[in-house]
């Protein structure tokens, strides 16, 4: 089902494009509407009078005139007023009418209020988590964890066929396995957690029948990696579709097959024993092994052959949550998603490091690692996916665990989930719910259609979302809601003598509650019934 043109931003978008083409040949690419900073300046505001200046090199307020001037000859039902303002600004304040309408089509669509269909069918791969099985997941981890399922239900929102993917490192080859087989075999000193110190006394027995390093090795990431599967999906309550193995590409060949699709292309050279790639001839810095001169493959080898995998796999939009320690490798990849010819969307986004409030840093080498598990344990899956969720990914993030265990309104997790809570209980204690009223026009006080305005905003910030991947705005967005609705409930009594009015006012709680379980549902957070 197609919601897209409901949107009220898209409406003022659609409005804009079609008056302005009246009026000018060229148009900007992106014509940007955005909600008012200020009470004063409207609902929604425009700043494209000030782009199409730069084209035409005419006045940017004559041009907003001109517009506004085209957007008034049409009968529209929308706005109370639009107005221009310097430098070259159009507002627009919507019509109250226009807002109790609102009301209705929210209640309408329910659990499809949201939903669009920018995506229209198409396949998306989003790959995350991805931890190296040498050890269990940390709360570094837990970030691009809870971003990447996030992510993925937002563009099934928008209407993408979404797969969730997790990539095992786990090829015999690499280095990682190798130094945790010698660990495994007591001649290592590689770094493990008490969980892991446990795990391997478990299997200790078994090693022992084992020949070499690698094998070691494999055999306890294999182990390693079944319980982090298990704490995925038990724990996070996280389900990936997909699995998708580094020996198996060596098993199966594929690392070999791209090999020998650059060396067709003529795309390799060898220099000093080694075989190189020319990654530098496609934007990369400088050219990249694929080959050791010992003979052993690279990772970035596999891992070419692994995109390769996707691409043939038919994903027009592919993309990839990496750790802060894999920033440098984005520009090779780049590079060698071109020499694929690979023609879809391929984004890498780097989750940046986390520290708790007390500014101790995660560091392998140093042996502090906090385990995921453990966090989830302090504060609970609900309360970690809020706060992961509610910083960009790009930057750093300090974890405040004293908050995130306060069970009250300072906790925004506690607040947003409370209004639903506070929602459901006016609800049911309403004995005759009536929603098929002809209108909602008793709804004026100036609460009730700061709230509605909120509500509206769902929709557009999905659809924001899912083309810059700023999830923090959801967070965001739930707090303010949350907000709106608290105090429309303090100033506005619901029940009441006035059983029209009444009924307008639980209309509103509904389509509150509607609103705040989808926005919810989409952080992958719980709407409880009580608390």
């Known amino acids: 089902m197609l919601y897209l043109n409901n949107m009220t931003k898209k409406k003022i978008e659609n409005l804009l494009k079609k008056s302005s083409k009246i009026l000018f040949k060229k148009l900007p690419q992106k014509i940007r509407v955005e909600y008012s900073p200020k009470k004063e300046y409207g609902d929604y505001s425009t700043n494209l009078p000030l782009e199409l200046a730069k084209e035409i090199k005419q006045d940017p307020l004559k041009i907003a005139q001109n517009i506004l001037s085209q957007i008034l000859k049409q009968k529209l039902n929308m706005f109370e007023k639009a107005e221009v303002k310097k430098p070259g600004f159009i507002n627009f304040f919507l019509k ?21 269909n920018l995506g229209k069918g198409g396949k998306a791969n989003v790959e995350f988590i991805s931890a190296n099985p040498t050890g269990l997941l940390h709360i570094g981890n837990g970030r691009g964890a809870f971003f990447g399922d996030t992510l993925a239900t937002i563009l099934e929102t928008v209407g993408y066929k979404v797969t969730r993917e997790y990539y095992i490192n786990d090829a015999k080859v690499s280095i990682q ?12 000193t590689a770094y493990l957690t008490p969980s892991l110190k446990s795990l391997l006394q478990k299997l200790r027995p078994h090693l022992k029948t084992l020949k070499g390093e690698s094998e070691a090795g494999y055999f306890l990431a294999q182990n390693i990696q079944a319980n982090i599967q298990n704490f995925i999906k038990e724990k996070l309550k996280i389900n990936f579709d997909r699995w998708s193995s580094e020996q198996n590409l060596y098993r199966e060949d594929k690392v070999k097959k791209v090999f020998d699709y650059f060396s067709k292309k003529n795309l390799l050279y060898k220099k000093e024993g080694a075989w190189w790639l020319k990654t530098s001839e496609f934007g990369d810095t400088k050219d990249e092994v694929l080959i050791r001169k010992t003979g052993e493959p690279t990772y970035f080898l596999s891992d070419i052959a692994y995109h390769q995998d996707k691409i043939q796999r038919g994903y027009g939009k592919i993309i990839d949550i990496w750790g802060a320690d894999h920033q440098g490798h984005i520009k ?17 986004l780097i989750s940046q490091m986390v520290r708790l409030k007390s ?37 750093q993030m300090e974890f405040d665990l004293d908050l995130a265990k306060t069970e009250g309104e300072k906790n925004p997790v506690f607040y947003i989930q409370y209004a639903y809570v506070r929602a459901e209980s006016i609800l049911k204690k309403a004995k005759k719910l009536n929603f098929e009223l002809p209108s909602y026009n008793l709804l ?3 609460l009730e259609l700061v709230l509605i305005r909120e509500l509206i905003k769902l929709p557009e910030i999905i659809e924001d979302t899912s083309k810059d991947y700023q999830l923090q705005r959801l ?25 029209k009015l009444s009924q307008n006012r639980l209309a509103l709680v509904f389509a509150t509650k509607i609103v705040l379980k989808n926005l919810l549902s989409l952080m992958g957070i719980s709407s409880p019934k009580r608390m």
Do not use: W
């Open 475 to 499: 967070p965001e967005y739930g707090r303010t809601l949350a907000s709106a609705f608290h105090q429309f409930y303090r100033d506005c009594q619901v029940l009441n003598q006035d059983k």
């Open 359 to 395: 500014g101790k840093k995660l560091s392998k080498r140093k042996g502090e690692i906090i385990e995921l598990n453990d966090l989830i344990k302090e504060v609970g899956l609900d309360v970690s996916r809020f706060f992961y969720l509610s910083k960009s990914l790009s930057s």
């Open 177 to 188: 396995i190798q130094e945790l087989g010698k660990t495994a075999l007591g001649k290592g």
């Open 444 to 446: 004026k006080h100036p």
């Open 332 to 348: 090779r990849m780049q590079a060698a998603m071109e020499m694929l010819g690979y023609k879809g969307g391929f984004v890498v």
């Open 96 to 116: 109250e009418s226009y807002l109790q309408k609102q009301v209705r089509e929210i209640i309408k669509k329910e659990e499809n209020f949201g939903k669009l």
